[in-house]
């Protein structure tokens, strides 16, 4: 709500800034969100063409362990801040 000031200034009420800030905020943590989601896609689909260099086997499952974690956790960021749950709060692994 404003209310209409002399020579056309309008004063704008506290609630409405916060509520401006609050959207920002979100629009700003939604296109963070979407370029973790982005990064981590990109991280899939560079396992992806890793697999087809010609390596043992065990070398694949190494990478796999120690790459795999660590996007599941960007992943699972990006979807709690994009969709405000979090379905994995009480996930032993968080």
């Avoid at 992943?75 to 994009?82: K, V």
Wanted: with cysteine.
């Amino acid at each position: 709500m404003s209310v209409q000031l002399s020579e056309g200034k309008q004063r704008v009420s506290k609630t409405t800034v916060r509520a401006c800030l609050i959207r920002k905020k979100k629009k700003i943590m939604n296109e963070d969100s979407k370029e973790k989601l982005g990064i981590a896609i990109d991280r899939v689909s560079n396992i992806e063409a890793a697999l087809q260099i010609p390596m043992p086997p065990a070398f694949h499952i190494e990478q796999f362990k120690k790459l795999l974690p660590e996007i599941v956790k960007d992943l699972r960021d990006a979807y709690a801040e994009l969709t405000g749950e979090d379905p994995w709060e009480f996930h032993p692994d968080r």
